[in-house]
């Protein structure tokens, strides 16, 4: 032990002193991801357990590329014997770390794993961990670090997520910044010549996914009260049904209620977006809660099999409670839910004409408004707001005035 490289960066240092069991990293490039993972690797293989030590990389090709020398340079003179075709390597004692391709699973099966590195598993099918891994995982209560630079919000970014929730795991995040041993002048050079999404997954490490950029979200404004007159419009787009199907909560879309008053100006002042997965009976209460209390000169829904069925039922509560509403059915009027959201919403928030309330949804519509168009990223909250565009009516003819004193020359015909 005496012989190894084990000197660590303060964060690799704060990850293997952590004790929880399963370890979620998500690290900008060359923060030093790899030497964190080929130091587990050698400590637990050495730790005198039972049980096999794997490290898993998207391919088996980028398994050699990566770890095999980073292992060498660090365990050299502990290693008994190493098979560059098996890519298995030996320490003292007996002890073999594999080096695995999660293109391969069929080679993950059938083992009993003391400690796993998953490395870019952004990059890997989920059911390789999920249906292969995790249980290899279980006789033993092995550990696990999964480490990786983000790809969006994909499954990756559910596990770094659930990591907050679930006992025994944690989760950690950290910029290519937090390597002292990188040029912080390289890093800013990378700022100044990619992409803004390039330079934030990459060196930030950052979920947030792959966008065209349509909307600035830096030039979003915010108010506290709306000082101008106008109308209330209520635009709703309707997902499932909690508790309707056996889709994962987390995957099913969000119901989305958008509440909002356009100014004779034509300026739209957004006063509240409500959005959640409810059942049938929830949805209808929070429709006609939200009718109740902003009285909205028109009410739009999306036509569809959620519509057909919110109807009925909240058509019963109307006559219930004593106030008859009418709805409007919206549609997307054969276009692409981008080209549709888009034409309703960029050139708004491009020229200022709208304007959010200050609340707790906000983070969420910025958030969607970021991020769109991605398949990783909800959409609900603009979806709903884009809506109003077939709703609202503005005069934009106020104030031209007309010649009072022109009269029809004759009677029958006009002129």
């Given at each position: ?5 084990l ?5 690799q ?61 660090i ?5 008994e ?8 390597i030996?320490l ?54 999964a ?26 995040h ?6 002292p ?6 890093i ?19 979920f ?16 506290d009260?709306i ?34 008053k ?21 949805t ?54 981008e ?51 077939q ?25």
């Amino acid at each position: 032990m005496s012989d190894l490289n084990l000197q660590l960066l303060p964060w690799q240092e704060e990850v293997m002193q952590d004790s929880s069991r399963f370890k979620i990293v998500a690290a900008g490039r060359r923060t030093g991801k790899s030497h964190l993972a080929a130091i587990s690797l050698i400590l637990s293989a050495l730790d005198g357990r039972e049980g096999k030590v794997f490290y898993v990389a998207p391919t088996q090709g980028q398994a050699r590329d990566v770890i095999w020398h980073t292992i060498f340079d660090i365990a050299n003179d502990i290693i008994e014997r190493s098979h560059i075709n098996n890519l298995e390597i030996t320490l003292s004692g007996g002890n073999t770390i594999y080096l695995k391709g999660a293109d391969r699973p069929d080679s993950l099966r059938g083992v009993s794993l003391k400690h796993l590195v998953l490395d870019e598993y952004a990059f890997m099918k989920p059911d390789v961990f999920e249906s292969i891994l995790r249980p290899a995982l279980a006789d033993r209560k092995g550990s696990l670090i999964a480490i990786g630079t983000p790809e969006g919000r994909n499954h990756f970014y559910d596990m770094f997520q659930g990591a907050t929730g679930w006992e025994g795991w944690s989760q950690f995040h950290y910029t290519s910044f937090d390597n002292p041993l990188v040029d912080k002048a390289e890093i800013e050079h990378a700022r100044s010549t990619l992409p803004s999404w390039a330079f934030q997954q990459e060196f930030m490490a950052s979920f947030d996914a792959r966008t065209g950029g349509i909307f600035d979200t830096d030039n979003f404004i915010f108010h506290d009260e709306i000082k101008d007159p106008g109308d209330y419009y209520i635009s709703i787009d309707l997902a499932g049904f909690k508790n309707q199907g056996q889709r994962k909560a987390k995957k099913r879309d969000n119901s989305a209620i958008a509440v909002t008053k356009v100014a004779p100006s034509g300026k739209w002042y957004v006063e509240d977006i409500i959005y959640g997965q409810w059942s049938l009976d929830e949805t209808c209460q929070k429709v006609f809660d939200a009718v109740e209390k902003y009285r909205p000169l028109k009410i739009g829904m999306e036509r569809g099999i959620a519509q057909q069925a919110v109807m009925s039922p909240l058509g019963d509560l109307m006559r219930r409670r004593g106030r008859v509403f009418r709805i409007e059915l919206l549609t997307h009027g054969n276009q692409k839910k981008e080209d549709r959201i888009s034409w309703a919403l960029e050139g708004r928030f491009a020229n200022g004409m709208i304007s959010l309330r200050k609340a707790d949804w906000n983070a969420t519509f910025v958030d969607e408004a970021a991020n769109f168009p991605s398949t990783l990223v909800h959409d609900d909250l603009i979806d709903s707001l884009s809506y109003c565009d077939q709703l609202a009516q503005v005069a934009y003819l106020d104030g031209i005035e007309l010649q009072e004193e022109w009269e029809p020359m004759d009677d029958a015909i006009g002129y």
